[in-house]
Nanobody, 129 residues
């Protein structure tokens, strides 16, 4: 069973930076995406950033030029570097992984939660003004 474990969430001041990590165990990355989602209180879960095994990335407009998604494939670790944080970035952040595939599946776009079968428990980011 694939397990995703997030870490790195914290409380920071607006303008600050954080790096989130997601360790993926028993996961083979093949023609698939991994992504970060977030959910703020009272709001729907939204896709933040995604990356596939070839390094192609996708970002939500709200985080472009502030967040960077990256991976350490040999170690199966996914990162999210967040800078210039705003109070509206406050949310629980979740790591997600698409099942490995023989051929890439584009039924759902990279920031669509329906694309992902595996989810972590989340790590909390709080940004104060």
């Amino acid at each position: 069973q694939v397990q995703l474990v997030e870490s790195g969430g914290a409380s920071v001041q607006a303008g600050g930076s954080l790096r989130l990590s997601c360790g993926a165990s028993r996961y083979s990355w093949s023609n698939s995406f991994m992504a970060w989602f977030r959910q703020a209180p009272g709001k729907e879960r939204e896709g933040v950033a995604a990356i596939n095994d070839r390094g192609s990335t996708e970002y939500a407009d709200s985080v472009k030029r502030r967040f960077t998604i990256s991976k350490d494939a040999p170690k199966n670790i996914l990162y999210l570097e967040m800078s210039s944080l705003k109070p509206e970035d406050t949310a629980m952040y979740y790591c997600a992984a698409e099942p490995p595939r023989l051929v890439a599946d584009w039924k759902y776009l990279p920031l669509d939660a329906r694309k992902y079968d595996y989810w972590g428990q989340g790590t909390l980011v709080t940004v104060s003004s």
